[in-house]
């Protein structure tokens, strides 16, 4: 990926920021103009501004560092948690256009399979399985920064933000996921809930788990499945950069995909279409990086 800039009233922008701000801004843009059909819009619109503000202050902060370890840290911060944001920023509006998809997806899933696999999931708990599938659930959360500290530090500034990047697209796709067609997920689901009969006990990450589906998540943000996405993605650029990388991610991959079933946060369906999101990003990214490439080495002021 190119080191392209976009100079914009001052700050330089990258590839990465187009798609990370211009998600922020799309999902803000879409509180703004419904502001009657949501939640608390004051104070939703108020945080994704705040988010934005601080994001493009980081862009000022990292042109004035020059120590690596510097820049990849508040390089990987700002964009990170403005990716937070954007499935925070989406949530709020996935209810604008359509009402809760569950019924639909449970009625395909069963007509397909001939069973509901969240159900017949349940005879194949055991503590230590499920301890093990609540801590790759987990352990996504810490991927996503070691993988980009691995690529910064083993291949460069320039492969961190074709990963930022390609993090950036699926994050976003996710989003307008979760708004042309939402889905409250089998946990928040009653019909569905009130199914899962089987007690999922786990002990450390399992308790890890249930407080993040307690505390962090809530309704919606489901298909596509945002872990099964970026998990692809991010799969994927582990073999791009580091490729042994892929391999030791190889069994955490797979039963992190699994355990979005397993343990309840998703259907079928949505670790389907995460996957395929991802697999789609991956495709598309490219095409999209030397179509931006192209159009910032003419401009006037954009350096190489």
Known sequence: MANRRLHLAGLELRLTDVVTLGGLLFFTLLSLVFHKRIT???????????????????????????????????????????FLQVYSAANSVQLLFSSWQDDRIIA????????????????????????????????????????????????????NEDYLFQLGLVNFVCGLGFVLFPVASPMYWEKMRTSLTEPLTARFFGSAGEWIRANIHTPGGSIPSPHCA???????????YTRRGALGLAPIMVSLYLSTVYCRYHYVSDAVIGIAAGLFVILVAPTIERAWDRRQAPATGVRP
């Open 40 to 82: 608390r819009p004051g104070a939703i619109i108020g945080i994704d501004l705040l988010c934005i503000a601080l994001y493009l202050a980081s862009l000022v902060i990292l042109r004035r560092l020059r120590r690596p370890w510097l820049r990849f840290l508040v390089r990987t911060a700002s964009v990170q948690l403005a």
């Open 108 to 159: 395909w899933e069963t007509a397909l399979l001939g069973f509901q696999p969240l159900i017949a999931v349940q005879k194949f708990y055991s503590p230590a399985l499920n301890e093990w599938m609540f801590f790759v659930y987990v352990f996504y959360v810490v991927i996503y920064p070691v993988l980009g500290a691995i690529i910064f530090f083993k291949r460069g500034e320039e492969a």
């Open 230 to 240: 970026v998990a692809t993605v991010m799969w994927f650029m582990s073999h791009k």
